[in-house]
T-cell receptor, first 113, second 113 residues
């Protein structure tokens, strides 16, 4: 399976600021995704990061709040904009292989004060 | 529409005892089913997956799961619990060809001496 890394691993931010999270994969993958895991909750898909085109967002998530870039087949970024304490979560990227199996990165733990 | 129900948000077993974590799914098409484990302060690790091959699936760390179409279930078992199995376990469904992975609410497994 692909090896996935994320930066930063954790951060503490002030409300009103923005944070960009990076996801790097050690091999080229077609499908990359961004998930959010709120404290004590399960995972919710934010968006599918499409290479060469705009990301596809799930209901309840918008591009202005969570802009995503996917410049190539091994890298993606998720920005959490104009943060509030409600954005405190773990943000995880994942990739899907040819067997429809998703593998996850280690996550970025975000605390917004 | 797809959905996943995990019965029991918390399960506690003694070391050496049987582990049984329950997962029921709903899907209008033949599903792909997954179990992931999340250790404290880590990302998600794939335990095992069912993708329409053998109904009894063996995974890592001695875990296995059986797909039962008649019961729409995919329960996770391990014959003998180890202290290192203490973690959060998530069941997920993805109907083949569909990108979105739907997660259950998770079951926190505690193992006591």
């Amino acid at each position: 399976s692909a090896v996935i890394s994320q930066k930063p691993s954790r951060d503490i931010c002030q409300r009103g600021t923005s944070l960009t999270i990076q996801c790097q994969v050690d091999s080229q993958v077609t499908m990359m995704f961004w998930y959010r895991q709120q404290p004590g909750q399960s995972l919710t898909l934010i968006a599918t990061a499409n290479q060469g085109s705009e990301a596809t967002y799930e209901s309840g998530f918008v591009i202005d709040k969570f802009p995503i870039s996917r410049p190539n087949l091994t890298f993606s970024t998720l920005t959490v904009s104009n943060m509030s304490p409600e954005d405190s979560s773990i943000y995880l990227c994942s990739v899907k292989d040819s067997t429809d199996t998703q593998y996850f990165g280690p996550g970025t733990r975000l605390t917004v004060l | 529409a797809q959905s996943v129900t995990q019965l029991g948000s918390h399960v506690s077993v003694s070391e050496g005892a049987l582990v049984l974590l329950r997962c029921n799914y709903s899907s209008s098409v033949p599903p792909y089913l997954f179990w992931y484990v999340q250790y404290p302060n880590q990302g998600l690790q794939l335990l095992l997956k069912y993708t329409s091959a053998a109904t009894l699936v063996k995974g890592i760390n001695g875990f296995e799961a059986e797909f039962k179409k008649s019961e729409t279930s995919f329960h996770l078992t391990k014959p003998s619990a180890h202290m290192s199995d203490a973690a959060e376990y998530f069941c997920a469904v993805n109907s083949g060809g569909y990108n979105k992975l739907i997660f259950g609410a998770g079951t926190r497994l505690a193992v006591h001496p």
